[in-house]
């Protein structure tokens, strides 16, 4: 009827991709690094009625080599993560060509920091919401992508000073020492702003043009905002 139930599981690299590997002169240049790899499962519920629907999936993500994709080792080796998150999306049609959602995703990961100088990690929280809404041709969302928003790491933490002991001599006295904890919040959050409008110019031929305006991109202040502006006209041979 109206329900629907699934499962999955995943496995592939993470790798370090940017907006730019679109572009297909960069593309033919660059290799993506890989960082680490990733292996999980995803169960799903869904129900879909003539104006509501929902759908919630629960997972675990595994990953070697990385921690909630950035890369660490040697010194500073962060360890393996290990995820389990829920996600949840909920639609409301209040007439036939037009739409409205709210996506939330809530996340936790442990890890094992094994690093000289990490001497320990706490759990990590982390969420993304988003709301959009689909009206005839337009579409707009605001969001807040994926970000930890609790969570520290350990690290040894020594004070020293430089003591005069006479005729030109100098040594090194400790002064204070203790483990240190360090927030891995972000202090700013980004925030995305997305438009597009699509029309369809005949039987094979349609374009789109669309926009994203990022606050805070990649949840720091030190380099601005950012603004994209993109355009697409796709033709297909009616053959």
Known sequence: GRWSFGARAFSGSV?????????????????????????????????????????????????????????SGGLLDMGNGNTIYVDSEFSFSPADDVTFKLRSTFARTTTNATGQFILGMSELNSNAFAFGVDAGNFSFSVSSPL?????????????????????????????????????LRPDNREVRFSGAYRHNFGEFTDGAIGFIYRVHPNNTDEFGNESIFMMKMTHRLGI
């Open 15 to 71: 790798t370090d991709e940017t907006m730019l590997d679109n572009d297909p002169t960069i593309s033919s240049q660059y290799m993506p690094a890989q960082l680490g790899l990733m292996q999980g499962a995803q169960s799903s519920v869904a129900w879909h009625g003539d104006k509501f629907g929902f759908n919630t999936s629960v997972g675990a993500a595994f990953e070697s080599d990385t921690l909630l994709g950035a890369l």
């Open 147 to 183: 970000a930890v928003t609790d969570g520290y790491l350990q690290y040894p933490y020594a004070e020293y000073e430089i003591v005069n002991n006479g005729d030109n001599e100098y040594e090194l006295n400790i002064v204070d020492t203790h483990i240190e904890n360090l927030s």
